[in-house]
């Protein structure tokens, strides 16, 4: 029959246990002082470098420095100036395709504006040419209504004795106003 290990026999003797500690402790109190160290090396591990292996490069002193800045200064320049100047083209090459851009809306724009200049005056003359064969009461009548704007533009475009006839016929408080419109419309010299 097989018995199970007790655990005073698992454990290692307390005798091992302090042996290790007290040759970790040898291990950094030596190594503090310059003493050689045993080091262990597992199997299969690569083995570790002595501390006298290892040098500590040399800090390069302000002289070194110096020169080194001072030699590639020119160049660092240089490059900065070619990345300054490679963003700025790339900048140009966008404001010139906005420039681009906005001249051919600019051209849409004139366009559609002299064909709705075109439309408007059309549809003034005809509109003036409906007033003008008005009798002057209805004329006055319906003028009254309309925008004073508008009213205004339709008797400045309509023959001076037919509008004085039609501004007769009007109500008092909208003749002033239609005249006081014509009026400012015919100054040189913007009222406002």
Same mark, same amino acid.
């Given at each position: ?15 091992? $246990? @302090?042996?290790? &500690?007290?040759?970790?402790?040898? =291990?950094?109190?030596? /190594?503090?002082? !310059? ?9 299969? &591990? ?7 292996? @290892? ?15 001072? /030699? ?10 070619? @990345?300054? &100047?490679?963003?700025?083209?790339? $900048?140009?090459? !966008?404001?010139? %395709?906005?420039?681009?851009? $906005?001249?051919?809306?600019? =051209? %849409?724009?004139?366009?559609? @504006? ?11 003359? !005809?509109?003036?040419?409906?007033? =003008? ?7 006055? %009548?319906?003028?009254?209504?309309? /925008?004073?704007?508008? &009213?205004? *533009? ?12 039609? $501004? /007769?016929?009007?109500?008092?408080? =909208?003749?002033? +106003?239609? +005249? !006081?419109?014509?009026?400012?419309? *015919? ?6």
């Amino acid at each position: 029959m097989i018995s199970s290990p007790s655990s005073h026999e698992r454990r290692p003797p307390r005798a091992i $246990l @302090l042996a290790a &500690a007290a040759l970790a402790a040898m =291990a950094v109190s030596g /190594n503090a002082h !310059g003493e050689d160290v045993v080091r262990q090396v597992l199997p299969g &591990a690569q083995p570790a470098v002595a501390p006298q292996q @290892l040098t500590r490069e040399k800090a390069p002193d302000q002289s070194e420095i110096e020169r080194f800045c001072s /030699n590639i200064a020119d160049a660092a320049r240089d490059r900065r100036y070619a @990345l300054q &100047a490679e963003e700025l083209k790339q $900048l140009q090459a !966008g404001i010139d %395709e906005r420039m681009k851009a $906005l001249d051919a809306k600019k =051209a %849409e724009y004139e366009t559609w @504006l002299k064909r709705r200049e075109v439309f408007l005056a059309r549809a003034e003359d !005809g509109v003036v040419k409906i007033y =003008a064969g008005m009798k002057p009461d209805a004329a006055a %009548e319906r003028l009254a209504i309309v /925008n004073a704007d508008l &009213a205004a *533009a339709i008797l400045m475009k309509l023959d001076s004795r037919k509008a004085s006839v039609i $501004l /007769n016929e009007m109500d008092q408080k =909208a003749a002033a +106003t239609l +005249t !006081g419109i014509m009026a400012s419309a *015919a100054r040189r010299v913007d009222p406002s």
